[in-house]
Every structure is written in C-alpha cells, then in structure tokens.
C-alpha cells in the first residue's frame, strides 16, 4: 500500500467525486440532493449535511476545484491545496470514530460538509504530493473517457477509470481486433 489507509480512502472518494461529473455520457451523477446523500453514505460522511440545493451547490464547486489538480502538475498541485487549506484554516487532529482507529482529521465533524469533503481530500492530496507520487493521480487510457483515477497498485499498472466500464470495453476491443487479425469474423467459429 503506497499511502496510509485513511489517505487511501479519501484518495478514493475524491476521485468518485471527480468523477460524478466525468461520465462517458455527459450525466452528472451528482445532479440532487439525493445523489449527494448517497455520496455521504458510500463515503462515511457522518457529521453536519443539509441535504439541500446550496449545499449541493458548494459541493459541485468543490468537485471543480478537485477536478483541476488532475489537469496540473505537482508544483502546482502544491498551491492549490495549500490554498484549499488554508482558505478553511484546517487544523490536524487524530481521531477514532465509528469502528475507525486512529486516523487524521482536519475539520471538525459540525463544519459544512463541502468543506470537509475538499479538506479530507486535499489532507489526501498532501501525502501524494510529499511521496512524491503525483504520478499516481492519472486519467483514464481510454479515448474519449476523460475520467481520473489514483494508482494505488504496487507495480504502478492502472490505466482505467472504474466509472465508464473502460477496462472492459479495451478488452473487448483488443479481442476483437485479434479476431480481426485471425481473419475470423465469427465468434461461434467451432474450434479445431
Ligand atoms: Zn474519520
Ligand atoms: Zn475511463
């Protein structure tokens, strides 16, 4: 495991977040109040949520702002988030809640969820950024899929996006690109 647990999963959140608004159809998947509830849940969210359009809202900036360190290098990945933590002056503190051991928080569990979804992502982003591992925090190989994903495997091997099905649909590709090269165009060709 490259990163902390902790880290890990909020690495993971954040991209699901990134991602509500990177699908291969143009939906947002973060489009109500109730997609954003079951982000909460999916993402052990518990604390303050209004559950409303502002909320929401704030929640669609924070994706935008998160969207953007997959488009930047890591220096500047550096000033991004420093500004993300400083803007919601983020204070570190251990915590161990809810059958979790002891890991980091930054903001309390009474702050504003999207600003505790930008901060816990941004701590996240911070471990990323100091191991030196921006290589890590990549987009999706697939044409035409613009999703992101974190590399969280140990031989560096990930190249697809788990949201837009695109590991499946290369496979597919690359299966029938080899039919193509057989000259066999029928699947149900009996074998030999
Ligand atoms: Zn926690
Ligand atoms: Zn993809």
Redesign the pocket.
């Known amino acids: 495991m490259p990163f902390a647990y902790d880290t890990q999963s909020n690495l993971v959140m954040a991209v699901a977040l990134v991602n509500t608004g990177l699908r291969r159809d143009g939906s947002d998947a973060l489009a109500t109040v109730d997609d954003l509830d079951r982000f909460c849940r999916e993402h052990g969210f518990a604390g303050r949520h209004a559950g409303d359009a502002a909320e929401l809202a704030q929640v669609h900036q924070v994706r935008e702002r998160l969207t953007d360190l997959w488009s930047v290098d890591r220096d500047r990945a550096a000033e991004l988030v420093n500004s993300m933590l400083a803007e919601s002056a983020a204070v570190p503190y251990l915590v161990r809640h809810d059958g979790w051991d002891w890991h980091l928080h930054a903001t309390s569990l009474t702050a504003p969820l999207p600003v505790r979804v930008m901060i816990e992502s941004a701590m996240a982003v911070v471990d990323v950024i100091r191991s030196d591992e921006w290589a890590r925090m990549a987009r999706?190989a697939?044409e035409e899929?613009d999703?992101v994903l974190i590399d969280l495997s140990r031989n560096r091997s990930r190249r697809?996006?788990d949201v837009?099905n695109?590991a499946n649909r290369a496979h597919v590709a690359a299966y029938r690109a080899r039919r193509a090269a057989d000259g066999s165009e029928d699947d149900a060709r009996p074998q030999p």
């Open positions: 999706c697939a899929c999703a697809f996006c837009n695109c």
